[in-house]
């Protein structure tokens, strides 16, 4: 399959198998296989991934923005092997369900300082 990374990838929002919004691609990146090809092997999520695609002051303001939210820094993008995307369309849509993957620092934060100090969060659905 052909794609062209930056119309049909970059900024578009993750999606998972039961239709969740995972975040969106901020960054995307290659390896090369054993014939020397070139090969897109990971979606890069998150504002650390952001930051450095943005570049610049603007993207080093992302990045320690986000980053007085975590505890080890520098924060790390999120990592999805292209393995796991099922298709591109108007989204980037993952078969694997939001839980299978590895949760952002910034959201790890935001949920155990914000979200489960709010009444009734533990009893919010997902």
């Known amino acids: ?3 062209q990374i930056s119309r049909q990838l970059l900024d578009r929002q993750l999606v998972d198998v039961d239709g969740r919004l995972v975040g ?3 960054d995307v990146d290659f390896a090369l296989g054993p014939d020397g090809v070139p090969y897109l092997r990971t979606l890069l999520s998150g504002p650390g991934a952001l930051g450095l695609r943005v ?3 603007l993207g080093r303001m992302m990045v320690l923005t986000a ?24 989204a980037v849509r993952l078969r694997i369900r939001a839980e299978d993957l590895a949760a952002s ?22």
């Open 1 to 3: 399959m052909r794609i």
């Open 24 to 26: 969106k691609v901020d």
């Open 67 to 90: 980053e007085r939210f975590v505890t080890h820094r520098p924060v790390a993008p999120l990592h999805i092997p292209y393995a796991l995307v099922d298709r591109v369309d108007s």
């Open 105 to 126: 620092p910034v959201e790890e934060w935001l949920r155990r300082n914000l979200i489960d100090r709010i009444p009734g969060a533990d009893r919010a659905s997902g």
């Open 55 to 57: 570049g610049g002051r």
